[in-house]
């Protein structure tokens, strides 16, 4: 089993620097939330959280890796390099990233104008936040062609684009970025703004050099979770896309066609397999970026 | 020299400053003393620009800066929570002010290292405020707020959050401070003693008002009123009038204008002792214990003490002793 779940990062190990001497080097030094996560759970917890996530979440994906190779590695290759499927992940990465860009910077204006503005029907919008999270996503798609479909009431068709796709992406992750953000937002120390205000800042250097860095790895978590979704988002785009073949396909819905109307579920595997990967390299990438922002700060 | 004029400050319908006039003479340290809730953040954040005044005006130096934003002000401000950047090390969070103003890169870091040597904090550049203890947190906020060069340094509650020992070092160091830079300097407080200590002037505030201002020692031998006199230290009520502890006599025979009363307890401070009476006629009470008998409060040297030879449940008399205060007592002041 693996101990290295409880300590995820060796830093936390390292003792802080004795109170008399000068610190020495800064990069190893362990940040203050870091040092925070003393008092672990002991060998107990960490095997509960071994066997419950390789339950719930490791052994399903080495099934369905195992299950794509079944017909071996060379057949692997020529499934996951058809055009088909290799346009289809790219532009789901492109349309994902593209998301979550999107609603890092939109998901932080509305967790700011939540926490920081008072106006009328403010908890009513702080409810609605939630909603494409309560909402079937196959619902959220049927609403979005009411609007933006054949017969839009506003005369804006967008069926069957690739902006259809990510309406309906930006839709679904709208919470995720709002969501992390908010709670960090109000426990931001307000004298810590007033400090740089009276120390000559503008209100927007205020902003980027001491209200954003405290944000950061917030609005990096929720827009790495907004991806996520985007990647793996089915229902809301199959029905306003069209699914068109080096357009609007998605990989979600190459795989589910695959497997459906082809009746080929190892072909289905293999590429989730290659999604998934990925995905995961995606999502590493944002905590290396995440975690070296944090050090350099 | 900063001077508040006829400053008003209404929080919806609460009036939390009520026509505040106010001179603080340049290259001075002033102290803002007053109960919780008496106004002194909210006054000392007008005078940064951080709270925008309903009427009245804010001049700094003879420029009046009533409307002009926090940024423009040149204030230094120091906050009880220290309100450290968190994110930035030690360094940076002193050079921020100077990396504002686009100082060369040399300059900033000389200055930097030296103001971080004066308030001994020189080889911690490179922490996280962290990894400070409370009070090299606040240092280094002290730091921060001077490498500005502020024409007026503002200290709200600065050592509010630190244990008594640290506090007492903090004051003492912050008046050695004020001594070589001569910034002028606001010091809210609501601790008499740090007031006392550390102040060239003191403002007294009483539910958003200035209830009197002065030289430390004017206030505590005249003060204009029960609240400031209370204020100002502890006392005790006898008959009409607010004693303080050293200014009463403890007698063992009857005399003019003494009050028959009996020894509660005697508690030996070293230098000093403190006896605790109750007043024969049920009439004294401590200031703040309104009606009840509280004991009344006498404090008297050990040769006294051991003259007196005192224990619980003598009877004594005890009377205001003559000539301390003279006719400067609050009765006087207020008449
Ligand atoms: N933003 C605000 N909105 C409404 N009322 C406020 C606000 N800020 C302060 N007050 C009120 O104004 C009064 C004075 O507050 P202030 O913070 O100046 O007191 P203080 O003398 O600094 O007290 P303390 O010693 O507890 O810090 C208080 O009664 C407070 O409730
Ligand atoms: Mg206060």
């Given at each position: 089993m693996s101990p290295s779940l409880a300590t995820d990062n060796g830093l936390s190990e390292v003792p802080p620097a004795s109170p008399a001497g000068p610190p020495g080097c800064s990069r190893l030094r362990a940040r203050p939330h870091r040092r925070a996560r003393a008092g672990g759970t002991g060998p107990l917890g960490t095997g509960v959280v071994t066997i419950w996530l390789s339950l719930i979440v490791l052994l399903p994906l080495a099934a369905v890796t195992a299950k794509s190779f079944d017909d071996g590695a060379g057949r692997f290759w020529d499934v996951v390099t058809q055009r088909q499927a290799v346009n289809a992940l790219i532009f789901t990465l492109v349309v994902s990233l593209l998301a979550a860009a999107i609603n890092a910077v939109m998901g932080t204006l509305v967790a700011w104008v939540l926490v920081r503005d008072d106006f009328r029907g403010k908890s009513a919008v702080n409810a609605l936040i939630d909603l494409p999270f309560a909402l079937p996503t196959i619902v959220a798609g049927l609403t979005l062609i009411a609007l933006y479909g054949k017969n839009s009431p506003v005369g804006i068709d967008v069926t069957y684009t690739r902006t259809a796709v990510l309406l309906a992406l930006m839709f679904v992750t709208l919470p995720f970025v709002v969501r992390s953000v908010q709670p960090v937002l109000l426990e931001l120390d307000r004298e810590m703004e007033e400090a740089s205000t009276s120390l000559g800042a503008s209100p927007g250097q205020t902003f980027r050099r001491i209200v954003l860095p405290n944000l950061r790895p917030a609005i990096l978590s929720g827009a790495a979770l907004s991806f996520a979704r985007a990647v793996g988002e089915f229902g809301s785009i199959v029905l306003i896309s069209g699914?068109?073949?080096?357009?609007?396909?998605v990989s979600a819905v190459y795989i589910f066609k695959l497997q459906e109307s082809s009746d080929n579920p190892i072909s289905a595997s293999a590429v989730s397999v290659v999604l998934l990967g990925v995905s995961l390299l995606v999502l590493i990438g944002i905590r290396v970026f995440e975690r070296r922002g944090d050090q350099r700060a | 020299m900063i001077t508040v004029e006829n400053v008003d400050k209404h929080y919806g319908d609460f009036h939390a400053l009520k026509g505040i006039d106010l001179e603080i003479a340049s290259g001075s340290l002033t102290a803002l003393l007053g109960p919780s809730g008496s106004g002194k953040s909210t006054l000392l954040r007008v005078i940064a620009g951080l709270e925008v005044p309903t009427s009245g005006r804010v001049v700094l130096d003879g420029r009046d800066v009533t409307n002009l934003a926090p940024q423009q002000r040149g204030i230094g401000f120091v906050f009880q929570h220290y309100a450290a950047f968190k994110h930035m090390t030690v360094r940076d969070n002193v050079a921020f002010g100077l990396k504002i103003r686009k100082k060369p890169k040399a300059e900033i870091k000389e200055k930097t290292d030296e103001l971080l040597r004066v308030v001994g904090l020189d080889g911690y550049q490179q922490r996280y405020p962290s990894q400070l203890s409370g009070g090299q947190r606040q240092r280094m906020a002290l730091a921060r707020a001077l490498a500005i060069e502020p024409a007026v340094l503002l200290l709200d509650?600065?050592?509010?959050?630190?244990?008594a020992q640290v506090r007492a070092e903090l004051r003492t160091w912050l008046r050695r401070l004020h001594d070589e830079v001569h910034v002028t300097t606001v010091l809210v407080t609501h601790d008499q003693e740090e007031a006392l200590d550390v102040a060239d002037t003191i403002a007294v505030m009483d539910a958003g008002e200035i209830a009197q201002s002065g030289k430390p020692r004017d206030l505590y031998d005249a003060p204009s009123s029960d609240f400031v006199m209370s204020f100002l230290g502890p006392v005790s009520r006898l008959g009409e009038g607010l004693v303080r502890p050293h200014d009463l006599e403890v007698l063992l025979e009857a005399r003019d204008g003494a009050r028959e009363a009996q020894v509660v307890r005697v508690v030996h401070l070293g230098f000093e002792v403190r006896v605790e009476l109750l007043l024969a006629d049920g009439n004294g009470t401590s200031a703040d214990g309104v009606g009840a008998s509280e004991p009344v409060v006498a404090q008297i040297t050990r040769a006294e003490a051991a003259a007196l030879e005192l224990s619980a449940g003598d009877i004594v008399w005890v009377r205001e002793q003559l000539g301390t205060r003279g006719a400067d007592g609050p009765k006087a002041a207020a008449a």
């Open positions: 699914n068109v073949p080096f357009k609007t396909e | 509650e600065p050592f509010g959050a630190l244990d």
